[in-house]
Antibody
Framework: QVQLQESGPGLVKPSETLSLTCTVS?????????WGWIRQSPVKGLEWIGA???????YYNPSLKSRLSVSMDTSRSQFSLKLHFLTAADTAMYYC???????????WGQGTLVTVSS | QSALTQPPSASGSPGQSVTISCTGT?????????VSWYQQYPGKAPKLMIY???KRPSGVPDRFSASKSGNTASLTVSGLQAEDEADYYC?????????FGTGTKVTVL
């Protein structure tokens, strides 16, 4: 059974950088598929953030690309997100998910709430 | 690129059917047979119900079916059950992006 678990700070100050990690169990992230991030807020709804392939290629939402970095550590079975220059508009529930490709997310983490506030 | 458009709400009595639409453009829904549908309960992560327009993952009841015509995709829930009351979101591949719908709250009367 594939399981994903997000971890990271719940509160981040404006203009700072958000760092989140997703730990995967039940599947080797270097074996296949893509590993992605999605966020959800009452204002914007669900929003695809970006993804990294099992071989390390990255794919970013064009609207976030200039502030975003996604990486992976296969030895720890983890992939991570860094989002820079945060504003209140980045306040959301952040989910990590396995991405089969082309907008198909079959396994999701439980989500972690991130609030951007001073 | 804007979110895909869904009706805010839909409802039906137990045993009836409800259909949810998802409208995009030729750059997303209409351009690829890569539409997915997700079910979300309050406080929970979304669950994949349909992928590649009309395919059901293992374990999803066949009461859930979907289709696409032009720039609009549709999800139909037949034989409504109380457990089907949830939010439903469509999603589409859009080339350099993946778009989600605005969401539809399904109420079982």
């Amino acid at each position: 059974q594939v399981q994903l678990q997000e971890s990271g700070p719940g509160l981040v100050k404006p203009s700072e950088t958000l760092s989140l990690t997703c730990t995967v169990s039940g599947y080797s992230i270097s074996s296949g598929f893509y590993w992605g991030w999605i966020r959800q807020s009452p204002v914007k709804g669900l929003e695809w953030i970006g993804a990294i392939s099992h071989s390390g290629s990255t794919y970013y939402n064009p609207s976030l690309k200039s502030r975003l970095s996604v990486s992976m550590d296969t030895s720890r079975s983890q992939f991570s997100l860094k989002l820079h220059f945060l504003t209140a508009a980045d306040t959301a529930m952040y989910y990590c998910a396995r991405d089969l490709g082309s907008s198909v997310h079959d396994y999701w983490g439980q989500g972690t709430l991130v609030t951007v506030s001073s | 690129q804007s979110a895909l458009t869904q009706p805010p709400s839909a409802s039906g009595s137990p045993g009836q059917s409800v259909t949810i639409s998802c409208t995009g453009t030729s750059s997303d829904v209409g351009g690829y047979n890569l539409v997915s549908w997700y079910q979300q309960y309050p406080g929970k992560a979304p669950k994949l119900m349909i992928y590649e327009v009309n395919k059901r993952p293992s374990g999803v009841p066949d009461r859930f079916s979907a289709s696409k015509s032009g720039n609009t995709a549709s999800l139909t829930v037949s034989g409504l059950q109380a457990e089907d009351e949830a939010d439903y979101y469509c999603s589409s591949y859009a080339g350099t992006n993946n778009l989600f719908g605005t969401g539809t709250k399904v109420t079982v009367l």
